[in-house]
């Protein structure tokens, strides 16, 4: 099994600070699974949603599969996640309580050939936060230029 699909939310880091990271299976058709496999999937603008205590992934985009029939799926319906019933819970009080949100990270397969969605707890950061993390990338990138230059 080819294994090496890893589609990142590069977004996130930047405009959320992540408090906390959990990883959950999605339940896809089968047109689903078969566009991640050829790397069709975009997580940049999506966001989870607690729907009757149920964690749901809403506005992810898995293009419809090429070779799909009339069996073919939209490419931005909303797909449930997979996780535990004390996870989801402490996640809902969270949420609820501090005004937090839950972005995706990064959907990759497994070793078992499985879809996985590494999904975040995250607060918005503020202007003056972007600034800083911007400044500090750009220190840690001149300190790696002069760590390859010595």
């Given at each position: 099994m080819?294994?090496?699909i890893r589609i990142k939310n590069k977004k996130a880091s930047y405009e959320f600070e992540l408090i906390d990271k959990l990883t959950a299976g999605i339940m896809l058709t089968g047109t689903e699974i078969k566009s991640i496999r050829t790397?069709?999937?975009?997580?940049?603008?999506?966001?989870?949603?607690f729907k009757n205590d149920e964690l749901?992934?809403?506005n992810m985009h898995?293009?419809?599969y090429e070779f799909g029939s009339y069996a073919n799926h939209e490419p931005k319906r909303?797909?449930?996640?997979?996780?535990?019933?004390?996870?989801?819970?402490?996640w809902q009080k969270k949420v609820n309580e501090k005004g937090l949100t839950i972005i995706p990270t990064l959907l990759y397969i497994n070793e078992k050939?499985?879809?996985?969605l590494n999904v975040a707890l995250a607060q918005g950061k503020k202007i003056y936060d972007k600034r800083d993390?911007?400044?500090d990338k750009d220190s840690k990138r001149q300190l790696d230029r002069l760590k390859k230059l010595s």
């Amino acid at each position: 099994m080819s294994n090496d699909i890893r589609i990142k939310n590069k977004k996130a880091s930047y405009e959320f600070e992540l408090i906390d990271k959990l990883t959950a299976g999605i339940m896809l058709t089968g047109t689903e699974i078969k566009s991640i496999r050829t790397g069709q999937a975009s997580i940049q603008e999506g966001f989870c949603q607690f729907k009757n205590d149920e964690l749901f992934i809403v506005n992810m985009h898995i293009a419809e599969y090429e070779f799909g029939s009339y069996a073919n799926h939209e490419p931005k319906r909303v797909r449930k996640l997979l996780l535990n019933s004390k996870e989801l819970k402490q996640w809902q009080k969270k949420v609820n309580e501090k005004g937090l949100t839950i972005i995706p990270t990064l959907l990759y397969i497994n070793e078992k050939g499985i879809a996985k969605l590494n999904v975040a707890l995250a607060q918005g950061k503020k202007i003056y936060d972007k600034r800083d993390s911007i400044r500090d990338k750009d220190s840690k990138r001149q300190l790696d230029r002069l760590k390859k230059l010595s």
